[in-house]
């Protein structure tokens, strides 16, 4: 076995010399940390709400009751205080391609766990089958976002 370093151990043992330890605390003292900075008054303002969970609250509390999915026509109501509640937001462009909207209320609308999953994740095919529901509405809004802001 080869000892290339003055503190007689290998590679994969180093960290039991206390030689070496000591000089790996001293240099991650001195490193700098990262601190997130803090939003301004002002940003707040201009936001008004700087989280998607802020944003979803004060958009289910404008919403009329009993509340509805634009599309399907179902309730929403009973989905308040579960899980499935954040799935009745959905971005109608996407947070990855238009990452600048996603705090946006007009990319968002209220709909039904089972439309934002056929919307985001399912085929034209599968949207097909729902012929009851009225998929313009996400389809008009979509193109008229992408006419505003762009592609």
Same mark, same amino acid.
């Given at each position: 076995?080869?000892?290339?370093n003055?503190?007689?151990?290998?590679?994969?043992h180093l960290y039991l010399s206390e030689e070496y330890r000591k000089k790996v605390i001293e240099q991650r003292s001195q490193q700098k940390v990262y601190r997130i900075p803090k939003v301004s008054k002002k940003r707040q303002e201009e936001l008004k709400s700087y989280s998607q969970i802020d944003l979803f609250n004060e958009m289910w509390d404008e919403m009329q009751k009993p509340r509805r999915c634009s599309v399907s026509?179902?309730?929403?109501?009973?989905?308040?205080? %579960?899980?499935?509640?954040?799935?009745?937001?959905? =971005?109608?462009? +996407?947070?990855?391609? =238009? +990452? @600048?909207? @996603?705090?946006?209320?007009?990319?968002i609308?209220?709909? =039904?766990?089972?439309?934002?999953?056929l919307y985001d994740?399912? %085929?034209q095919r599968q949207r097909e089958q729902h012929k009851n529901?009225?998929?313009?509405?996400?389809?008009?809004?979509?193109?008229?976002?992408?006419n505003k802001y762009g592609r």
């Open positions: 076995m080869v000892f290339n003055r503190y007689g151990y290998c590679k994969r026509g179902r309730r929403l109501d009973y989905l308040e205080g %579960t899980d499935l509640w954040y799935s009745c937001f959905a =971005h109608v462009l +996407s947070k990855g391609s =238009h +990452s @600048k909207l @996603k705090l946006l209320k007009e990319n609308i209220i709909v =039904h766990p089972d439309v934002h999953a994740q399912g %085929t529901w009225n998929w313009d509405v996400l389809y008009l809004k979509r193109e008229e976002l992408l």
